[in-house]
């Protein structure tokens, strides 16, 4: 435990030290709510609404946890600090939580800030805010645990274009964020569902709206991705462990 915590805590400091991705993780998805309700008060779209367009935007948000976890590993897998690592008594398991742990209250503190910055533009604050940032924790681990993978297979430049391009706009085009994508349908609409990201929005709005009823179709979705993709995380990340 108490190297699993030091192990935590050299990783939070590793975090707050990369200040450029930091500041860009949590600033940029701030701007982007700021100016869609911007366009919003002059050309109101129902899309655009803030009680439905907060929780895209913190899923958004939550994409670049992705990008801190994956470049934290793939550095540290490249440096002789990862061998040092693998030479001390440290388990599996506490890399997997040293790495993991940190990243959750980071990511909380992520979908807060989109979520106060929206109460500015009247955003309903009722006790069922509460409930919209709790349904968002599964999607938290799925964001952490897709960095993990990406972190484990990829060297930090990898990282950057898989979690950093690829992913976001991936959460941002098939998240139902911007457009509802039934309006596109066909094989968009497929892919979108098939997805985890509208389905986290889905249930984050649901939550806000007190339909809570119609939460869990799309909170049980989310929570099978968290759980399938960080078993295949801790499974690859152990794996390059071994062999590496």
């Given at each position: 435990m108490t190297k699993m915590l030091a192990f935590c805590t050299r990783n939070i400091k590793e975090m707050l030290r990369d200040k450029t991705n930091l500041l860009f993780g949590i600033g940029?998805?701030?701007i982007v709510l700021l100016l869609l309700q911007a366009i919003q008060s002059n050309i109101p779209v129902e899309m655009f609404e803030i009680n439905k367009l907060t929780p895209g935007i913190a899923v958004f948000g939550l994409s670049?946890?992705?990008l801190f976890s994956g470049v934290l590993i793939a550095?540290?897998?490249?440096?002789?600090?990862?061998?040092?690592?693998?030479a001390s008594p440290m388990k599996s398991s506490d890399f997997i939580y040293g790495y993991t742990l940190p990243l959750i209250p980071m990511s909380l503190a992520q979908v807060l800030i989109c979520f106060l910055v929206a109460m500015i533009f009247k955003?309903?604050?009722?006790?069922?805010?509460?409930?919209a940032i709790a349904v968002l924790l599964p999607v938290m681990i799925v964001f952490?645990?897709?960095?993990?993978?990406?972190?484990?297979?990829?060297?930090?430049?990898?990282?950057?274009?898989?979690?950093?391009?690829?992913?976001t706009n991936l959460t941002a085009w098939l998240s139902d964020t911007w457009f509802d994508i039934?309006?596109?349908?066909?094989?968009?609409?497929?892919?979108a569902n098939a997805l985890p990201f509208v389905h986290a929005v889905r249930a984050s709005r649901t939550a806000l709206s007190g339909n809570y009823g119609d939460i869990c179709p799309d909170l049980w979705w989310t929570v099978g991705y968290a759980v399938?993709?960080?078993?295949l995380a801790i499974f690859i990340f152990t794996r390059k462990m071994n062999t590496d």
């Open positions: 940029f998805p701030v670049f946890i992705s550095k540290d897998r490249s440096s002789s600090f990862m061998l040092r690592l693998f955003l309903t604050i009722t006790i069922n805010l509460l409930l952490i645990a897709i960095g993990l993978i990406c972190g484990s297979l990829l060297n930090d430049k990898q990282v950057g274009g898989i979690c950093g391009a690829l992913l039934s309006l596109v349908g066909g094989w968009f609409e497929t892919v399938v993709l960080t078993g």
